[in-house]
Every structure is written in structure tokens, then in C-alpha cells.
């Protein structure tokens, strides 16, 4: 029983800090329509930033400044925003598909950083001896456990509801205005660019706050954390709760990292410990497919509440054929 | 610096170039960034794969045709493999870019393309594992052509088969009615239409050219280097870069920004080391985005 | 009098389901004519053309092009069925050249009957054949629309159809496409064109139809409409619109 309560509140905080990641990610793109395809790499920089901020001095590599586990979070999310407001100020005055693609590329440079700059970021080794809040508690796991639990929440839940009051704001709703119509964002200029570089960089140091959470959580970090599997996942989350929707962020996560954990201890049962790689490839097919069939048939997601409207007027294109007399 | 790594940059060059041909024609006709062509690639590679096992099953070992490694029967399972890299884009098509792309929303056809492409590539692992595989593990002898260069006999042939298919697509492009029909597609869709180009058709050309083309270079890859589920995706963002370096929608662009960044790559394993290679394309792209975002052959968007 | 190209029955069309813009209109164009189609902006004018060319969706009624429905049609097959359409805007394919826009509009002809087709509409349009090799985008105003024209009537269209081809060109180069139109008709093309110069389109037009809301409301001989009372009002829309006033298509 205390064990089921104690596996309960650690599934919990995975799923919370995945929710976070998710939030952070419909800012970028449920609220401003700006697609991130590599934001793993913002969850690896939040994660890096905040242990070298925070672990203990290591000779072998730079860093380890022993700063408080607060510190670390903040460094994280500065060093995240920064790193998204450049990738959006290079490529928002472009087309979206230049940011995705450029968005993928700092999420392959990030991979490529941790796994080679041993002097770093530890290589492909990753850092380990990251503190851990309450550390002291680790005794007891339960509780250990239960504390992890509480932090995130409430982590999670002061960015909900900041997200919430941004989405409400006279902010939020020119990035809104700005995401129906494109066209008119181009032509606005300077200013809607600003406001988009401003919604990406928040988003990135939501991510990254997420990250640097994560690595604190586990106390341990290493490049196979940050591969594009992570970006995939968080992805299938905002599609399946409803891209638009902070509430839904929250719960397609939950939901989407029940299923995943769920079909992962599936397999094991399932299947013998040298065809696991191979399930496991499977249970990421299964998941690519449900992300298309949602993208086809449920666009708005599972809990989505308005549909996305039809920018410039493309209807146009619709062949007499398909309406008929 | 040893000249060699103007072999090894033109040979990656042709790679990235063919894929990127695909790429550029895929934003420019269809109009979104795919995120599944690396898996195209990776696709045909063991496709054509799987045919020269058959074959080899089939008609025992095969004599390759000296000096090459390989023999017809990987030319034959190379015309299979972009046969059935062609019908897979097709089918993808059928299945998921046609409908999405009638939501209107190009980034949503993207995402799509990017849920394709990670459901591919784990099929290619559950079917065949992440274990590399090869063609042939035949070592060649590299012979020295001066300069300190050298070169084996396959990637002679193999730059020799680029430049073929490069020639082929730019003249198909250019001079047929069918490349005519592509152009006017990728400047003025709705004005194709008036003016009787059928655009299903048109696209139908452009997936079956963006796949064989794929399958080519992963083939090529394949021969080269060593086959792997991941090795399409890896390609990704040199394809990308070498597609808006050279201008989107230029096929001529798309190769030459593809050798830029096989040359730049191969110069930069040399001078900094093989683990930063990925970073090449990286820089390129942003340099390009910020200095001049049509790229070297492109025009400005209308 | 003679017999009837293209015959639009009672159409209802609009881009949003339940949202007709053009609303139960009836027009036909015989087979030699000059058509135009006036009306005040926001009309629906533009939406008539397009719905008949394919490029609107039809809730209703018939488009039937030499007795054949077309109704159905895709917009890409309405050439092969002998109906050309040149768009008010964007009408050329700006990076390609000159004689590639040509060519790529012979698609639907016959391999070998395509370079005299083009000799046909360089012989008809010095300007095109002295920038064959310039791409259309570099061309002025007026020699692009001529190449829009010239690349609708390199089929043979059983029907030219025009949305404002004077639209957004300088006042020296609408009378050179009027004077274009006016000889294209001369050489045997029936022609149907909306306008909002509607002095210029009446003096070379056979018959007219003022269109307002989405119908039609009035049907005139082209050279004694610019003097009737009642279009005036409809154009000028000064007095309610009444359903009397409109004529018997």
C-alpha cells in the first residue's frame, strides 16, 4: 500500500514536470502558433544550466558552483529564455517552417554539446550529485517522495495560473490575434514580432525551469534524457489535451504519460528482456500514429474547446467538384 | 590540412544534395517543411535491402562487378527501393498529407510529418533493430589520384550516379511540360489550376521524384558508411539547411547547398573533430536565415 | 438570336456553406458576343465568373457550356472543356518566361500543335513575342495582362472569361486592352467579362447585365444601357431595389 502511494506520487511528478514542459510549450504554440520541434534542447539547457549551477565543485569539469537549488532553477530559466528569445529573433520575421526547422537544429547542436563538451557537461556520461530539495528526507522514500510531489505541484500550479493570467491579459490576446491571422502579424511588423519573440522566450524558460525540476527530481542528468523522443512526447500531450487550452496541456500529459508508462510496463511483462528495445519501438509507432489520427480527426484535441479558424480565406481553393449542384 | 576531405565533402554533398532535392520540392510544390524525408531515405536504404537479400536468396552470390563492391544485384534492388520509397510517399500522401493539408494549416501538415516520421523510423527499429547493418563488408582499396587524395572505385561510381540524377531532375524541371506544370504549382497554385494543370498529378510527380531521389542517397549512405533506422533523421538538418542555403524551390540550389555543407562538414571534421560534424548544417542554416533568408538561388516569396 | 455558348441557370454560390454571395443569378452569353457584367461593388461579381469557371463552390442551379453541364466541373478540367478564365490579379506565373506561361498552358493541346499555337498568339501579340525570354514578372502591367489573355486563348476557349481586366492599370493601358478585347472578339472569341469600368466595357460589349445582391436585375443592349434611368439607380443604389425592375433573363 505505501509503496503503491509512494510509486503514485513519483508517477505524479513525472507527469507534473512533463505538464510543465507541455504548459510551456502551448504558450509557444496554443496560444502564439509558434512551432518548437526541438524543445528538448530548452529542457537539456534548463536541466545543464541549473546543475552546474548547483552540484558541488568537480575537478574534472567546469561549473559546480554549490549555489542553492533556487539559484539553479533561476539561472535555468534566464539561460532558457535567452537561448529562445535568439532562436525566435533569428527566424520570426521568416515563414514558421524556418523556426521549426531551426528549432530541431538547436535541439541537435544542444544533444551534440552535452554529449561532447566532456569538460562541460560531463559527455555522454551526463552529471550526477545533483542536490535534491530536502535531500535529507531520502531516508524515508515515502516522504521523500511526497515533498518531490509538492514542490512540483505547486510549481506547476503557479505557472498554470501565470499562464492563465497571461492568456487573459492584453498580452495575451494580441498574441492570440496574432496567431489567426498571420499575414497581418507579418505586415504589423517590429511590434508583433516582439511579442512573439517574447512568448517564445517565456515558453523556453518554462521548459527550461521543467528541466532544471527534473534533474533535481532525479538527481542525475545525461544527453539520452534531451533526444527527440522527449520533444515527440510532449508533443502527442498538447495534441491529445487540446493545443489552446492550459487545462488541457495539463491533463493530455497526465494522460498521455499514463498511457506511456502504463504500455512501457506492459512490454515488460509482456515480452522477454531481449525483445524489450523492440517493444519498446513499437509502443513509440503505436504513439506517432495516435498523434496523426488525432491531428485527422480530433485537430482541437480530446478536450480542445473552439476549433482553430481558417486563415486567409483559403476556402477559395475548394473545387466546385467536392460541393457539386 | 590533407586534401582528402574534398572527396569526402563532395560524396556527403551528393548525400545531403539529393535529399535535399526532395525537400526543396516538398515545401515548394506541397508547402511544408517534411519531417519524414530522412525517413525516406532510411526506408528505401533497407528496402533495397531487403531486395538484394532476396536476390541473393534467390540466385546465391552474385559476383560484384570489379573494382566496385557490388554487383547488379543492388542495382536492381536500388530500382525496387525507389519504386517502393515512391509508393510509400504515395501512401503517406494518401493516407495523412492529403487530408491535413485540406485543414489549411501548413504547420499542422508539418507536425504531421513529424509524427510520421518518428512512427517510421521506430517501425525500420521494431522490424530490423537499431543494430547497423551493411551492403557489403568487402573493405575497397582507395586508390591515390594526387594531392595526397584518395578514392575508391564505389564512390567514383557513386558521384557519377548523383550527377546523373542531378541532370536528370534539372532537365526533367525545366524542359518537360511536367516540370513546367511543377514551377507554375510551386509560384501560383490557384492559377495552375485555371490554367488545366492537374495538381493532383503534380503532386503524385513530386513525391515519386522527392522519394527516389531519397531512396538514392540512402542507398548511397548505405554503400558508404552503414545502414541504420536513425541514419535518415540524422540527415535531417542538412537537408534542410542545404534546401534553404541554396533557395527553396531550387533544385540546382538544393545540390550545390548540399555540397557546401558536405564540404564545409568534411572540412570541419578535419580541423575540429568528427563529434561536431552535426553542427556544420547549424551554423550554415543560421547564418543563412539571418543574412539572406531566400538563399543563394532563391527569389522573394510573393 | 444565335445559339447560346454558355448558359448560367439561376446559380446560388458563395466560399461558406449558407453564405451565398452570388444568389440565384441568370445569365447566357450567345456564341460571337461580347457579355459584360456591371454592378456595384460587393455585388457579387467577381463571385459569378469564378463559381462558373469552378473556382467558387455551386449550392445551386446549372452552368451548361454548349449544352454540356459543367456545373460539377473541376476548375482544372474547364479548360479541356473549353471555358478560359483570366483572374483579376496574379494572372501570370511571374518567375517563369513569357514563353513558358504560353507553354504551360498548352498542356491540354496536342504535342505538336503546341509551338504554332504560340506563334498564333505571338503574331497576335508583338509585345509577348519581342519578350518571349523576359519572365513575367518583369513585364509592364498591360503586356502582362496581355499574356494572361494570350495564355486563356491559346486553347481556343469556346468562352473567354475576364474578371476586370482593367483593373489596377493605368489609364493609357485600359483602352489598350479594351482595343485588345474588342479585336479578339473580331477574330470569332466569344467573350464574358465583368467590370468596373463599365463605360469602357459597355463600348465594346453587345449585351450587359447589371448585377446587385448576388442576382441579376437588369439586362440591356450594351451601347444604349449607359442611358437607361433604371441602371443608374441600381448602380447608384439611390432608390430601394425593387423586383420589377429586373430583367427577364
Known amino acids: 500500500m505505501i509503496d503503491l502511494v509512494g510509486y503514485g506520487a513519483f508517477f505524479l511528478t513525472t507527469a507534473l514536470i512533463f505538464s510543465l514542459i507541455t504548459l510551456g510549450l502551448n504558450l509557444q504554440w496554443g496560444l502564439t502558433g509558434l512551432f518548437n520541434v526541438g524543445l528538448a534542447g530548452f529542457v537539456a539547457i534548463g536541466a545543464y544550466t541549473s546543475a552546474l549551477l548547483t552540484t558541488p565543485d568537480d575537478p574534472a569539469r567546469l561549473g559546480g558552483l554549490g549555489l542553492p537549488i533556487v539559484v539553479g532553477c533561476l539561472g535555468a530559466m534566464v539561460v532558457g529564455g535567452l537561448a529562445a528569445a535568439l532562436t525566435g529573433f533569428a527566424t520570426l520575421r521568416l515563414r514558421s517552417d524556418y523556426l521549426a526547422i531551426t528549432t530541431f537544429g538547436v535541439a541537435v547542436v544542444v544533444q551534440l554539446v552535452a554529449l561532447n563538451a566532456q569538460t562541460l557537461t560531463g559527455g555522454p556520461f551526463g552529471i ?7 535531500g535529507g528526507l531520502a531516508e524515508t522514500p515515502l516522504l521523500f517522495n511526497l515533498t518531490n510531489l509538492a514542490i512540483v505541484l505547486a510549481v506547476t500550479l503557479a505557472a498554470y495560473l501565470a499562464l492563465e493570467h497571461l492568456a487573459h491579459s492584453p498580452w495575451g490576446r494580441v498574441l492570440k490575434a496574432l496567431r489567426e491571422d498571420e499575414r497581418a502579424a507579418v505586415s504589423l511588423g517590429k ?30 542528468i545525461a544527453p539520452d534524457n534531451y533526444l527527440s523522443i522527449l520533444t515527440f512526447q510532449v508533443w502527442v500531450m498538447l495534441i491529445v489535451g487540446g493545443s489552446g487550452s492550459n487545462a488541457g496541456a495539463v491533463a493530455g500529459s497526465v494522460l498521455v504519460w499514463a498511457i506511456w508508462a502504463g504500455s512501457g510496463a506492459l512490454t515488460s511483462v509482456l515480452f522477454a528482456p531481449e525483445q524489450q528495445a523492440r517493444a519498446a519501438s513499437l509502443q513509440i509507432v503505436a504513439i506517432g500514429v495516435m498523434l496523426c489520427v488525432i491531428l485527422l480527426v480530433r485537430p482541437n484535441g480530446l478536450f480542445g474547446q473552439r476549433p482553430r479558424q481558417v486563415r486567409f480565406g483559403k476556402k477559395a481553393k475548394v473545387i466546385a467538384g467536392e460541393s457539386g449542384s | 590540412m590533407s586534401l582528402q576531405f574534398i572527396v569526402d565533402g563532395l560524396l556527403a554533398g551528393s548525400m545531403i544534395g539529393l535529399g535535399a532535392i526532395g525537400v526543396t520540392l516538398t515545401y515548394s510544390i506541397l508547402r511544408f517543411s517534411n519531417f519524414a524525408h530522412g525517413d525516406f531515405m532510411a526506408w528505401g536504404a533497407y528496402a533495397t535491402l531487403v531486395c538484394v537479400g532476396a536476390i541473393g536468396a534467390l540466385f546465391g552470390k552474385v559476383a560484384p562487378i570489379a573494382p566496385l563492391s557490388f554487383g547488379w544485384p543492388l542495382i536492381l534492388g536500388l530500382i525496387v527501393g525507389m519504386a517502393f520509397t515512391a509508393l510509400l510517399a504515395l501512401l503517406l500522401d494518401k493516407l495523412l498529407f492529403s ?13 504531421g510529418s513529424f509524427g510520421a516520421s518518428m512512427a517510421l523510423r521506430s517501425l525500420l527499429e521494431f522490424v530490423f533493430t537499431s543494430r547497423p547493418t551493411y551492403f557489403s563488408r ?3 582499396i582507395a586508390m591515390p589520384v594526387g594531392l595526397g587524395i584518395r578514392i575508391t572505385p564505389d564512390q567514383i561510381a557513386l558521384l557519377f550516379l548523383t550527377a546523373a540524377l542531378v541532370l536528370g531532375v534539372h532537365l526533367l524541371t525545366t524542359r518537360t511540360q511536367t516540370g513546367r506544370s511543377m514551377q507554375a504549382m510551386s509560384q501560383n497554385p490557384a492559377l495552375a489550376r485555371i490554367a488545366g494543370i492537374d495538381v493532383a498529378g503534380v503532386v503524385r510527380v513530386t513525391w515519386v521524384i522527392g522519394a527516389a531521389l531519397a531512396c538514392v542517397a540512402g542507398v548511397m549512405i548505405g554503400v558508404l558508411v552503414q545502414i541504420r533506422p536513425l541514419m535518415g533523421f540524422d540527415m535531417l538538418l542538412p537537408m534542410f539547411a542545404a534546401a534553404i542555403l541554396g533557395g527553396i524551390g531550387s533544385i540546382p540550389g538544393a545540390v550545390v547547398g548540399g555540397l557546401i555543407i558536405g564540404l564545409a562538414e568534411a572540412g570541419a571534421v578535419q580541423l575540429i573533430g568528427a563529434e561536431w560534424r552535426a553542427a556544420v548544417s547549424f551554423i550554415i542554416l543560421m547564418a543563412v536565415l539571418i543574412v539572406r533568408p531566400i538563399g543563394l538561388f532563391g527569389v522573394r516569396e510573393r | 438570336m444565335s445559339e447560346t455558348v454558355l448558359d448560367v441557370r439561376d446559380l446560388e454560390a458563395g466560399y461558406e456553406p449558407g453564405v451565398p454571395i452570388v444568389r440565384g443569378a441568370s445569365i447566357t452569353v450567345d456564341k460571337g458576343e461580347i457579355v459584360v457584367v456591371l454592378g456595384p461593388n460587393g455585388a457579387g461579381k467577381s463571385s459569378l465568373i469564378k463559381a462558373v469557371a469552378g473556382l467558387v463552390p455551386i449550392s445551386r442551379g446549372t452552368v451548361l457550356l454548349d449544352g454540356k453541364d459543367i456545373t460539377a466541373a473541376p476548375a482544372h478540367t474547364m479548360v479541356r472543356l473549353g471555358l478560359a478564365f483570366v483572374p483579376q490579379t496574379e494572372n501570370v506565373f511571374p518567375l517563369m518566361s513569357v514563353e513558358d506561361n504560353l507553354k504551360v498552358a498548352c498542356g491540354i493541346l496536342e504535342r505538336r500543335q503546341a509551338p504554332a499555337s504560340i506563334e498564333e498568339m505571338y503574331a497576335m501579340f508583338p509585345d509577348l513575342a519581342r519578350q518571349k525570354r523576359s519572365a513575367a514578372g518583369n513585364l509592364s502591367g498591360g503586356q502582362r495582362q496581355m499574356l494572361a489573355v494570350a495564355r486563356a486563348l491559346i486553347v481556343h476557349p469556346k468562352v473567354l472569361v475576364l474578371d476586370e481586366p482593367s483593373a489596377g492599370l493605368s489609364p493609357k493601358f485600359v483602352a489598350v486592352v479594351f482595343e485588345m478585347l474588342a479585336a479578339i472578339r473580331k477574330s470569332g472569341v466569344t467573350i464574358l467579362l465583368v467590370e468596373q469600368n463599365a463605360k469602357a466595357a459597355l463600348a465594346i460589349g453587345d449585351r450587359a447585365y447589371v448585377l446587385v445582391e448576388g442576382k441579376e436585375r437588369h439586362e440591356g443592349v450594351a451601347s444604349t444601357l449607359w442611358d437607361d434611368p433604371v441602371v443608374a439607380e441600381l448602380y447608384l443604389g439611390q432608390r430601394p431595389l425593387k423586383r420589377e425592375a429586373g430583367g427577364a433573363a
Not at chain 1, 516582439?194 to 512568448?199: E, G, K, L, N, S
Not at chain 2, 487530408?99 to 508539418?110: D, G, H
Open chain 1, 128 to 134: 550526477g550529485f545533483i542536490p535534491r530539495p530536502f
Open chain 1, 191 to 220: 511590434s508583433a514580432r516582439f511579442y512573439r519573440v517574447q512568448a517564445f522566450a517565456v515558453g523556453g524558460a518554462i521548459m527550461a525551469l521543467a528541466g532544471a525540476l527534473q534533474a533535481h527530481f532525479i538527481g542525475f
Open chain 2, 99 to 111: 487530408r491535413l493539408r485540406r485543414q489549411e494549416q501548413a504547420i499542422i501538415v508539418v507536425m
Open chain 2, 138 to 140: 568487402a573493405i575497397q
